[in-house]
T-cell receptor, first 108, second 115 residues
Framework: GNSVTQMEGPVTLSEEAFLTINCTYT??????LFWYVQYPGEGLQLLLK?????DKGSNKGFEATYRKETTSFHLEKGSVQVSDSAVYFC???????FGAGTRLTVKP | NAGVMQNPRHLVRRRGQEARLRCSPM?????VYWYRQLPEEGLKFMVY????????ESGMPKERFSAEFPKEGPSILRIQQVVRGDSAAYFC?????????????FGPGTRLTVL
């Protein structure tokens, strides 16, 4: 089956800092990979996705590249904002187990 | 196209009562998933349903919890004889049949408080 190992939080950064949240996967075959974000008091929403190796997903300044050679899908943002404070979940397709996520707090 | 709807958004029950949580998937979606999230914790998978079928209930507690997704109407998560430990946010997600990648669309959640 598919599973991911995600960097544990919490992560606290100052505004405009660089963000990396690590995610590595183990999979049979090559699943699609997702990053979801959960803002306070809300449900999860898809942030970005990549469907095959070397694909780069991007949205709202966030990026993640599907790297087959390192089995990774690390989430990055060059300059975080206070509004990025949320919990981030990495997930492969067809796996319903999201795990604990990584809580990010950005301070002004 | 309305998103995934959940109601009620907030539900208060006393110990021993029943809680019924409803989820209306996005139009055209035939797969529904239920998750539980305790405060400051991650999302815990409970059950995966298709219309009139339970596909995977491996995350569902064996007692007091049940789920259904009838041919017509919303999916229902039912918790009988609630206890304080059932207090949590319950999220529903839906996905369309046979879509790759299997992106899930989440509802806003129902926050259950057991007094």
């Amino acid at each position: 089956g598919n599973s991911v190992t995600q960097m544990e939080g919490p992560v606290t950064l100052s505004e405009e800092a660089f963000l990396t949240i690590n995610c590595t996967y183990t999979a049979t075959g090559y699943p699609s990979l997702f990053w979801y974000v959960q803002y306070p008091g809300e449900g999860l929403q898809l942030l970005l996705k990549a469907t095959k190796a070397d694909d780069k997903g991007s949205n709202k300044g966030f990026e993640a590249t599907y790297r087959k050679e390192t089995t990774s899908f690390h989430l990055e943002k060059g300059s975080v904002q206070v509004s990025d404070s949320a919990v981030y979940f990495c997930a492969p397709s067809n796996d319903m187990r999201f795990g604990a996520g990584t809580r990010l707090t950005v301070k002004p | 196209n309305a998103g995934v709807m959940q109601n009620p958004r907030h539900l208060v029950r006393r110990r021993g009562q029943e809680a019924r949580l409803r989820c209306s998937p996005m139009k055209g979606h035939s797969h529904v998933y239920w998750y539980r999230q305790l405060p400051e914790e991650g999302l815990k998978f409970m059950v995966y349903l298709q219309k009139e079928n339970i596909i995977d209930e491996s995350g569902m507690p064996k007692e007091r919890f049940s789920a259904e997704f009838p041919k017509e109407g919303p999916s229902i998560l039912r918790i009988q004889q609630v206890v304080r430990g059932d207090s949590a946010a319950y999220f529903c997600a839906s996905s369309p049949l046979g879509t790759i990648p299997n992106e899930q669309f989440f509802g806003p959640g129902t926050r259950l408080t057991v007094l």
